[in-house]
């Protein structure tokens, strides 16, 4: 943590990127994936779907929306949840004039909640703050469909009467394309000097898809990258950038560490992110971040 707050404190650093995923509102009450126990995946029976995916899979939602809008209805910004000291420490990066950006995959808002401007966000798994009809593609406001969600209704399209799609809101399902911003790591990738992994599996999406499409191209990189182009961004910086991993377990590339600059703070990432606050002498910081926004 010392050595992390060292790299921090530094003149040369000045852009760092935070990869986050959905340990870092594991602290605010939301269960992530993947968690033994805890995670969502072990925890879906009562939206009574075939297999844990079902749930972010357009084939099943075209056929039943019913167990999205369930989950939805959860997970919808409401102001239900609220961020914890992981989110506001980002923020407090942003304050300092550190943060480049901040790519998340989380779909709670809670970045946004916390005050990091949308400009340093890359929801990279989309947002609930737009939605769109899976029929004529017209655009909604995500505010627009909040009532019907939130009350446990489908949201249908009213553009015209024939029309009667299912609005969805803009989160991205297994087998659709990220939003164009993700392709903002094609310019900040390379000009990143730290890059801060937080709360994240780093898993592929699809096991079936990767694995079958690896074995036919035998290309395990490529074909990462087009599967789960989110996990293998953090090998898109330079060789020599540090990359610290903050989660409760070690994963990805962190397991079997190949640059030496890698590190990683294993245990639960809000006593992490406390202590390297402290390292940072940020304490009062973070702590005055919080309350004057919360
Ligand atoms: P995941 O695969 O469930 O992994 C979460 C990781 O966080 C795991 O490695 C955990 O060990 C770790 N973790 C959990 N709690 C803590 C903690 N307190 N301290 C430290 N580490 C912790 O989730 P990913 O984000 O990697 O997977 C990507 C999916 C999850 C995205 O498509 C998201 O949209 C989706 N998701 C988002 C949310 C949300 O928005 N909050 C919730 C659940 C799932």
Redesign the pocket.
């Known amino acids: 943590i010392e050595d992390v707050a060292r790299i921090i404190k530094s003149e040369g650093v000045k852009n760092i990127i935070v990869m986050a995923?959905?340990?870092i509102?594991?602290?605010s009450g939301?269960?992530?994936?993947?968690?033994p126990g805890t995670?969502?995946y072990d925890n879906l029976q009562k939206y009574k779907v075939p297999y844990p995916t079902a749930v972010?899979d357009l084939d099943y939602f075209h056929s039943n929306p019913k167990p999205f809008f369930e989950l939805a209805k959860e997970?919808y910004p409401s102001g239900k949840y609220r961020p914890n000291a992981v989110h506001y420490f980002v923020r407090c990066l942003h304050e300092r004039g550190l943060l480049l950006r901040m790519y998340t995959?989380?779909?709670?808002g809670l970045e946004r909640l916390a005050g990091i401007p949308p400009m340093k966000l890359v929801e990279a798994?989309g947002t609930f703050t737009s939605a769109s009809c899976t029929k004529c593609g017209k655009k909604y406001n995500g505010e627009t469909i909040k009532d019907k969600i939130l009350k446990g209704a489908t949201p249908r399209c009213q553009l015209t009467p024939l029309c009667y799609g299912i609005i969805k809101p803009d989160i991205v399902f297994f087998g659709e394309d990220l939003p164009k911003r993700f392709y903002y790591y094609l310019k900040d990738f390379p000009a990143c000097d730290l890059l801060l992994v937080m709360?994240?599996?780093?898993?592929v999406?699809c096991y079936s898809l990767y694995f079958t499409a690896a074995r036919i191209t035998q290309c395990d990189f490529i074909l990462s990258y087009f599967v789960e182009p989110f996990a293998s961004l953090v090998d898109s910086t330079r060789a020599t950038t540090p990359r610290l991993l903050?989660?409760?377990?070690k994963?990805g590339p962190f397991t079997k560490p190949s640059r030496r600059t890698d590190l990683s703070i294993t245990?639960?990432?809000?006593d992490s992110i406390h202590k390297l606050a402290d390292a940072l002498d940020w304490r009062e910081f973070l702590q005055e971040t919080m309350e004057a926004h919360e």
Not at 105 to 108: L, R, S, V
């Open positions: 995923g959905a340990g509102s594991t602290a939301i269960p992530d994936f993947r968690s995670g969502l972010f997970l995959q989380n779909i709670d798994h709360g994240t599996s780093l898993q999406r903050l989660n409760m377990v994963v245990g639960d990432i809000s």
